[in-house]
T-cell receptor, first 111, second 112 residues
């Protein structure tokens, strides 16, 4: 039973437009959420995070929104750039430092 | 500034063979992890360690063993490889006070 789900396996967007990636979770004990970006043949790299006590965190072109009542978070990329083409993983933390990851969403930004 | 280094990067094993994947980090991180990545399944935790000499099971530990004899190294062993262990393996480390992980570049393992 996946506790963190990314229901869209892929997303295609035009350069300059907004990319919206979604993530749902089931464990109410998760208190911290992260997004990772992964290029082919590389390890995932940290992108942005949010604590469960907040509902929004912004870093440049990247914004993460958290809706605790819906157990849903989203990542907005504005404007999308070709270099953003990658696989994005949502992750959640409960007790300890262990992260539970979603299945990933492959983003393709078309020039 | 190496971060997390995994060796080897690629390996092909025959069913029943054994091997060890090595992970080394130079950031003095307390915590280390082994994940496997499979299509559509994301990253699933195999084993982890919260300090030198400690190990614990993750979500999918069967068929794997680990050791953390030195703080900077975390070894993942496959005693008798099976085709179901064909995957990309990622090692990661983190400090006590930060929740973000630093990942290695992965080991692509094929068991035939």
């Amino acid at each position: 039973d996946q506790q963190v789900k990314q229901n869209s396996p892929s997303l295609s967007v035009q350069e300059g437009r907004i990319s919206i990636l979604n993530c749902d979770y089931t464990n109410s004990m998760f208190d911290y959420f992260l997004w990772y970006k992964k290029y082919p043949a590389e390890g995932p790299t940290f992108l942005i995070s949010i604590s469960s006590i907040k509902d929004k965190n912004e870093d440049g072109r990247f914004t993460v929104f958290l809706n605790k009542s819906a157990k849903h978070l989203s990542l907005h990329i504005v404007p999308s750039q070709p270099g953003d083409s990658a696989v994005y993983f949502c992750a959640a933390k409960a007790a300890g430092n262990k992260l539970t990851f979603g299945g990933g969403t492959r983003v393709l930004v078309k020039p | 500034n190496a971060g997390v280094t995994q060796t080897p990067k690629f390996r092909v094993l025959k069913t029943g063979q054994s091997m060890t994947l090595l992970c080394a980090q130079d950031m003095n991180h307390e915590y280390m992890y082994w994940y496997r990545q499979d299509p559509g399944m994301g990253l699933r935790l195999i084993h982890y360690s919260v300090g030198e000499g400690t190990t614990a099971k993750g979500e999918v530990p069967d068929g794997y063993n680990v050791s953390r004899l030195k703080k900077q190294n975390f070894l993942l062993g496959l005693e008798s490889a099976a085709p179901s262990q064909t995957s990309v393996y990622f090692c990661a480390s983190s400090s006590v006070n930060l929740y973000g992980y630093t990942f290695g570049s992965g080991t692509r393992l094929t068991v035939v």
